[in-house]
T-cell receptor, first 109, second 115 residues
């Protein structure tokens, strides 16, 4: 009953932009898109979230398509420390977050 | 530190023994969650506490699992008669408000190994 679909793994060269896709074709009007990441042996870390509009913070940018059926997390200048599993989650703001298997991003020198 | 603190960081136990895992959330955070993560898997929601409300226990896998939160702060997850399939990293998170509307802050987790 996964609400999101993400590629299991991606590679990115250090210094380049990492673009992580997420499909959520059954998203409801009251559901947000959240991104978390989990670096090896650590607890997950919040990155960013949005509803309709694109969002940007010091860590990343979130681009949500107009129909809201997909989104892309952009790390503008990936570093080796960005190697992690990235989770895309859709959920109403009042609900417990359900984590899937995410995308393993490997940033290489 | 000001983050979520969990203890023990590692616990090895024998099948059939009871274990207790502790979570100390960020001061002032009213919401507290327990998740577990088996090797190579995503996070599995276990239980959620919000203030003085009844906890959401919908994710607990069996009646061997229980949790309490005393004084709206520290929480203890108890697993009775542990089984090998209980081996996992148990993660605690807290937030100012319920759900994703509030950013979840996770602890480093407690790694449980049941022999």
């Amino acid at each position: 009953d996964a609400k999101t679909t993400q590629p299991p793994s991606m590679d990115c060269a250090e210094g380049r932009a990492a673009n992580l896709p997420c499909n959520h074709s059954t998203i409801s009007g009251n559901e947000y898109v959240y991104w978390y990441r989990q670096i090896h042996s650590q607890g997950p870390q919040y990155i960013i979230h949005g509803l309709k509009n694109n969002e940007t913070n010091e860590m990343a940018s979130l681009i949500i398509t107009e129909d809201r059926k997909s989104s892309t997390l952009i790390l503008p200048h990936a570093t080796l420390r960005d190697t992690a599993v990235y989770y895309c989650i859709v959920s109403p703001g009042y609900s417990t977050l359900t984590f899937g298997k995410g995308t393993m991003l490997l940033v290489s020198p | 530190g000001a983050g979520v603190s969990q203890s023990p960081s590692n616990k090895v136990t024998e099948k059939g023994k009871d274990v207790e895992l502790r979570c100390d959330p960020i001061s002032g955070h009213t919401a507290l969650y327990w998740y577990r993560q088996s090797l190579g898997q995503g996070l599995e929601f276990l239980i959620y506490f919000q203030g003085n409300s009844a906890p959401d226990k919908s994710g607990l896998p069996s009646d061997r699992f229980s949790a309490e939160r005393t004084g709206g702060s520290v929480s203890t997850l108890t697993i009775q008669r542990t089984q090998q399939e209980d081996s996992a990293v148990y993660l605690c998170a807290s937030s100012l408000v319920r759900g994703g509307a509030g950013e979840l802050f996770f602890g480093e987790g407690s790694r449980l190994t049941v022999l």
